[in-house]
């Protein structure tokens, strides 16, 4: 069997790890999850907060109800420079790559909703200071939206009935430009959603025959004590993935990797972008360290030291 030499090399703000692995070189698999059953819900409370940076194929379970990962994929790749690392993406496909229907219609696509949240634990005095926000991009390194597609917000009052909230009207259209993520603000101040089991969620209209009309979601943020201006936040985020060690590969056969004469033209620097969510200069420490995850040993500390960058 044919192995691979895979090199992983992580960087964080407080640790990087490096990680050397054989692994076997086998036939792709698809595999799909039948993820059906009754959806579990759990009443929240605010602040809520994903950038979906933590999830790896499925949205958050914790925050958003079950149902929702079924249709909507946090994934990199596919946003151009978003807030951070990982993006939700809507689109005419749910998770496992089943299209909606099979033929060349527009309709209701992916959906993303939240779990129950507790607003009646809000102070009567905040109610006015509670605001709900998020990043949006069309397209992105996906297929565009057209213009009777759309991705809607919706928020569910104390009758249970759903309320679409924004676009708000005709004048508040969407930001089509591809390379960029655009911050909205939704004020949630009335009183029919200070109940215990309110919800918001995102749906998608498009074709729904595959993978075309995609919307990326981020940063999405909801807390009290807020207002239009409060865009500034106190977070230092990943916005890609390291790039490969190996130039132009990914990974190398682990027999070419030893019979190399010279093993350092099959390197390069790895690269990794970070953002500053906050208008004030942030300062930055950060240690790299390589391991050998097999005897679970450090080699090296590559670095250890401090940037400043705004």
């Not at 009335?190 to 025959?209: C, L, S, T, V």
């Amino acid at each position: 069997m044919k192995h691979f030499v895979v090199l992983v090399f992580m960087l964080s703000v407080t640790v990087g790890y490096a990680q050397l692995k054989v692994i076997p070189l086998t036939k792709t698999e698809t595999r799909k999850t039948n993820t059906t059953g009754r959806l579990k819900t759990t009443t929240i409370t605010l602040p809520f907060w994903d950038d979906f940076s933590w999830s790896t194929g499925k949205v958050d379970t914790t925050l958003w109800l079950p149902g929702s990962q079924v249709q909507v994929v946090a994934k990199p790749g596919i946003g151009i420079d978003p807030p951070t690392l990982n993006v939700a993406t809507f689109d005419g496909v749910d998770a496992l790559g089943n299209p909606y229907l099979n033929t060349d219609t527009d309709g209701d696509v992916d959906s993303l909703v939240s779990q129950p949240i507790d607003l009646t634990q809000v102070p009567t005095n905040l109610r006015n200071t509670v605001y709900l926000s998020f990043f949006y991009q069309t397209k992105g390194l996906g297929e565009a939206p057209e213009e009777e597609d759309s991705l809607i917000l919706y928020m569910k009052d104390v009758d249970g009935m759903w309320n679409k909230v924004w676009p708000a009207n005709a004048a508040d259209t969407y930001n089509t430009n591809p390379e960029v993520f655009t911050e909205r603000f939704v004020q949630v101040n009335d009183p029919k959603y200070y109940h215990d089991e309110f919800q918001f969620m995102f749906k998608a209209i498009g074709r729904q025959n595959g993978w075309f009309d995609n919307w990326l979601l981020d940063y999405v943020y909801m807390n009290q004590e807020r207002s239009l201006t409060d865009d500034s936040y106190k977070d230092r985020a990943f916005t890609q993935t390291p790039s490969s060690i190996f130039d132009q590969y990914t990974a190398i056969p682990f027999d070419d990797f030893i019979a190399a004469a010279n093993k350092g033209n099959l390197f390069d620097s790895t690269r990794v972008k970070l953002r500053n969510l906050e208008y004030d200069i942030a300062t930055f420490g950060y240690t790299v360290n390589l391991y050998d995850t097999l005897n679970d040993t450090l080699i090296e500390t590559l670095a250890d030291s401090a940037f400043v960058f705004g």
